[in-house]
């Protein structure tokens, strides 16, 4: 079994700053792309950045700029830095690994409003 569980969100001001974390545990082999991905009510969920094993990174572009995606791969864990937030930016924000197969996390809320 693998877990991925995030953590992080919370409810920040526009113009505020957010860290997510995500870690990975259990009979995980060897992870290859790391992302986060979002979701707002009524929206399908969609792409926000990924890391590659050899640090390589893809971001949407309404976050570039403003969003940076890392990991340490000792602790099996991936960060998003989210600064200059935005209302916008207000979703479900999910954790997607991928070794083998290919596992999400439940989701933390990232809610941005004054």
């Known amino acids: 079994q693998v877990q991925v569980v995030e953590s992080g969100g919370g409810l920040v001001q526009p113009g505020g700053s957010l860290r997510l974390s995500c870690v990975v545990s259990?009979?995980?082999?060897?992870?290859?792309?790391m992302g986060w991905y979002r979701q707002a009510p009524g929206k399908q969920r969609e792409l926000v950045a990924i890391?590659?094993?050899?640090?390589?990174?893809i971001y949407a572009d309404a976050v570039k700029g403003r969003f940076t995606i890392s990991r340490d791969n000792g602790k099996n864990t991936v960060f998003l830095q989210m600064n200059s937030l935005k209302p916008e930016d207000t979703a479900v924000y999910y954790c997607?690994?991928?070794?083998?197969?290919?596992?999400w996390g439940q989701g933390t809320q990232v809610t941005v409003s004054p």
């Open positions: 259990g009979s995980i082999f060897r992870i290859n792309d």
């Open positions: 997607k690994v991928v070794d083998g197969g290919t596992y």
């Open positions: 890391i590659a094993s050899g640090t390589r990174t």
